[in-house]
């Protein structure tokens, strides 16, 4: 036999470059849960097929972490809007007024899919522009506790509001 020659998904097709910067300017746009995560699993397919492109495989890895990060931002949106805090999936839902997470969602997947969806959106793009220039590490888990930081730092310089249980006053010296 001879070698086999297999073509990439029709998904991602000749241009894997193209298809992802495409994929991450859409993902705004996607409507649902379940939509951003089949596009997630495509860039997840796409970062496989990475080393089939030759010279372009870092370019396209980095296409796929940029869309990735993209997607996952979205996918914290939807799911803000979803999901309790502090519901675990397998809690059982009783009533409307519990939500779970969608089936096929960890918490972990979760959670830094919504670190993500709060990160300023100036912080945001200059990592997405870092990642697709190159000069930002490709490291997923990395950039979540960066994000973590960023969130933390901004709520460290701004005061405490009411509806965080803490109310300006509260505090008296002991004398």
Not at 42 to 48: E, Q, T
Not at 102 to 116: F, M, V
Request: charged share 30%.
């Amino acid at each position: 036999m001879g070698n086999l020659i297999v073509a990439p998904p029709r998904e991602i097709g000749r241009d894997p470059i193209h298809t992802l910067t495409r994929w991450r300017r859409e993902a705004p746009q996607l409507p649902d849960v379940e939509a951003v995560r089949k596009r997630i699993d495509m860039v997840s397919l796409a970062k496989l097929w990475a080393g089939k492109f030759g010279e372009k495989e870092s370019e396209v890895q980095r296409q796929a972490l940029a869309a990735r990060l993209t997607l996952e931002r979205r996918l914290g949106e939807l799911l803000a809007g979803t999901v309790s805090p502090g519901k675990r999936s397998k809690d059982i839902v009783v009533g409307d007024d519990n939500k779970s997470l969608p089936e096929g969602i960890t918490r972990d997947a979760s959670s830094a899919a919504q670190t993500l969806a709060v990160t300023p959106q100036k912080w945001f793009d200059k990592v997405v522009e870092e990642v697709v220039a190159g000069v930002r590490r490709l490291n997923l888990k990395e950039i979540y506790l960066e994000a973590k930081r960023v969130i933390a730092g901004e709520a460290a310089d701004r005061p405490p509001h009411e509806a965080e249980g803490v109310v300006l006053g509260d505090f008296r010296e002991a004398g």
